[in-house]
């Protein structure tokens, strides 16, 4: 069933007749937005590696319709599917499965060519289980001959859904904050190869800030007038910020040791 849906995907990006495209990097955000009228499918996979369990494999796949509005302004719904397989070290096998729901806008205010520095604003809400989280990011970025650099400075709002006496109530639990930096060398007007560097950090309401990790690695990026594909690993480089909530060098309870990124976009 996979092989023919892989199948039945990949023909319809070979069919596509025309492409407009307004992300390079698997991970990090450029300025670009679609032109008004333009609209953009895209499905994303994720793959999330080794965590403390004997075993763990985490899927992430998003699908996602993008539309151009004018005005330097895009919006975007997905359709999320997060799966968590893991065996622990007594043999135990555990699969979870979430569904879950987001819309996205993102606002250009300047361009990476015509101006000194391209900006944009970003935020998307999301529903995912008895969770509803806000990401926001402020995206920078900036090209020169064939030379593409991207920052984002990323900042989530995790709210647990509770219902207490009849009454549904929002709580604050996490507000996780990211910085990625990319840059890409484009070889062609076809194809770019760079390395995305991203640095997490997790802050919740009882333990403030527990961490800092980094993650790092190489992503591909082929694109043509019909349909474009991105490519990412980042294994876990390590733990800079050591507290009593997360002593290791390494953080593999809630982040993996490697995440692989696929996006495959095609225009409509």
Request: glycine fraction near 8%; proline fraction near 3%.
């Amino acid at each position: 069933m996979k092989i023919k849906i892989i199948g039945i995907l990949f023909f319809t990006i070979i069919s596509a007749s025309c492409f407009s495209q307004d992300r390079y990097f698997a991970r990090t955000n450029n300025t670009n937005v679609l032109p008004k009228g333009n609209i953009d499918l895209e499905f994303w996979h994720t793959s999330r590696l080794g965590r403390k369990d004997k075993y763990f494999h985490g899927q992430d796949q998003r699908l996602e319709l993008e539309f151009g509005l004018g005005k330097n302004v895009q919006t975007a719904f997905y359709f999320n599917r997060f799966q968590n397989t893991s065996i622990d070290s007594l043999g135990n096998n555990t699969t979870a499965i979430e569904i879950g729901f987001s819309n996205e806008w993102k606002w250009k205010l300047s361009d990476p060519i015509e101006n000194r520095v391209g900006s944009a604003l970003y935020g998307e809400i999301g529903w995912r289980g008895d969770e509803i989280e806000l990401e926001t990011k402020l995206i920078l970025d900036k090209q020169f001959g064939k030379n593409l650099l991207a920052f984002n400075l990323v900042v989530e709002f995790e709210e647990e859904i509770e219902r207490e006496n009849g009454k549904t109530e929002l709580e604050l639990e996490s507000y996780p904050i990211e910085l990625d930096f990319a840059y890409m060398r484009n070889f062609s007007k076809n194809w770019g190869i760079g390395i995305e560097l991203i640095n997490h950090n997790d802050i919740s309401k009882d333990n403030g800030w527990e961490n800092s990790i980094w993650f790092a690695g190489p992503t591909f990026n082929y694109r043509s007038n019909r349909w474009f594909l991105i490519a990412n690993f980042s294994p876990q480089l390590g733990n800079m910020r050591k507290t009593k909530f997360s002593p290791p060098n390494k953080v593999l309870d809630a982040h993996e040791r490697f995440e692989g990124r696929l996006l495959i976009g095609i225009s409509l």
